[in-house]
């Protein structure tokens, strides 16, 4: 990297983004990631209220997760869907990176689960059915999410879930073996045993999904990444018709199993979107007032209500850093360790939305070496799948 100071050009370049921290008002925080917090602020100019995630440029070099950060932001800024958090912009300065987000006030799902443990049917199905709008915009551009999961499941005013947090998602390309990054309750087998995956990941992660608000548990269970791995290597999970709950169609409990299918062939999504729609368990569902967001949500939090997990207040900790990574950031200040070239690597992190002309039928991704058209990860050719409970 070499022990240069960043030039004056740099530095000035920094100090006159047209977007800074001094534009906002901040009211909360209203969340905690691996590197900062989420923050609820207000736009002086324009009074609106917005998400901010701001993250450590230190606590991400310490973490080796430059590339997942840029990788991020340049996803987030070519995407925008009613099913997602969008991206209004994305600046800097010399200590931290910040992402201005759509504030969405109903929490997330994985708090609800916590508070309610389970969902009924009609519930379950709209959250459902709202992930699957959005991963088919997200596969559609030829985009792998990789890390569903309820933390990342964000509710709006109206109940409407919409899909969030895109540090580990990927373009499809057909060597990805590499790619093993994840939340082990929700990880795909073929992503734990680092083989080559596509779209059927995400469906895998809708499966585990539906199971917890079914059930109240995951299918796979473990303190580690091995243990979860081991229980899927031994056990098909799979829901049986004595555990479906009282009420229940037997059908929600088959449209599970088939999104659990150990083997991605076999998995219900592997052929695309719309074998999922078109399941049994989604009979007569209308999934264009679904997309029009005129359907009443049979859940709806109460945004008067706190529906965040508590902040105690205090400063961003250290936890999530190794010791050894502790002591090298209490030992360099922030200022003297980003003083080096290290700025070099979040050049061109700057983005502003008001300022960019998208088009949804021809969307680029501009990576750090060159620009690549997105390409629709390929969908196997095989049967219609069947589960018997």
Not at 176 to 204: K, L, Q, W
Not at 241 to 268: H, M, S, T, V, Y
Request: proline share 4%; aromatic share 8%.
């Amino acid at each position: 990297m070499g022990n240069c100071n960043i030039n004056e050009k740099q530095e000035d370049l920094l100090e006159s983004n047209i977007t800074s921290i001094s534009n906002f008002q901040f009211i909360d925080a209203i969340g905690r990631g691996g590197f900062g917090k989420v923050w609820k602020v207000k736009k002086k100019k324009n009074k609106l209220l917005y998400a901010l995630k701001v993250m450590s440029k230190a606590k991400i070099i310490l973490k080796k997760s430059v590339q997942s950060v840029i990788n991020e932001r340049q996803l987030l800024s070519n995407l925008r869907h009613g099913f997602l958090i969008n991206m209004q912009s994305a600046f800097q300065d010399k200590e931290y990176l910040y992402l201005v987000m759509d504030l969405l006030t109903g929490g997330d799902l994985r708090f609800h689960i916590g508070r309610l443990r389970r969902f009924n049917e009609e519930q379950t199905k709209f959250f459902a059915a709202c992930i699957i709008i959005a991963l088919e915009y997200l596969h559609q551009n030829g985009i792998l999410h990789r890390d569903l999961k309820p933390e990342n499941l964000v509710f709006d005013s109206s109940g409407y879930l919409r899909l969030t947090d895109l540090g580990i998602a990927r373009i499809w390309k057909p060597e990805n073996s590499a790619d093993t990054s994840g939340t082990p309750g929700y990880m795909a087998p073929e992503v734990m045993c680092r083989h080559n995956h596509g779209i059927a990941v995400d469906y895998f992660a809708l499966g585990v999904i539906v199971y917890e608000c079914m059930l109240g548990r995951r299918p796979y269970l473990g303190r580690s990444r091995q243990e979860i791995r081991e229980q899927m290597l031994s056990k098909q999970a799979a829901i049986k018709r004595q555990e479906i709950p009282p009420g229940w169609n037997i059908q929600a409990g088959d449209f599970a199993n088939q999104l659990l299918q150990r083997k991605p062939q076999n998995r219900l999504g592997s052929n695309g979107p719309d074998e999922v729609k078109e399941h049994p368990w989604f009979k007569d569902f209308n999934w264009q007032k679904l997309e029009n967001k005129i359907m009443v949500a049979p859940f709806v939090p109460n945004c008067n209500e706190d529906n965040y997990l508590p902040s105690d207040g205090r400063k961003d900790s250290d936890d999530s850093l190794s010791q050894e990574q502790q002591l090298l950031l209490r030992r360099n200040s922030i200022q003297g360790m980003l003083q080096l070239n290290y700025q070099d690597l979040f050049n061109g992190y700057d983005y502003d939305s008001s300022q960019q002309q998208s088009s949804q039928n021809n969307l680029m991704i501009v990576s750090s070496q060159s620009s690549t058209r997105l390409s629709k990860p390929p969908t196997s050719s095989s049967t219609p799948k069947s589960s018997k409970l």
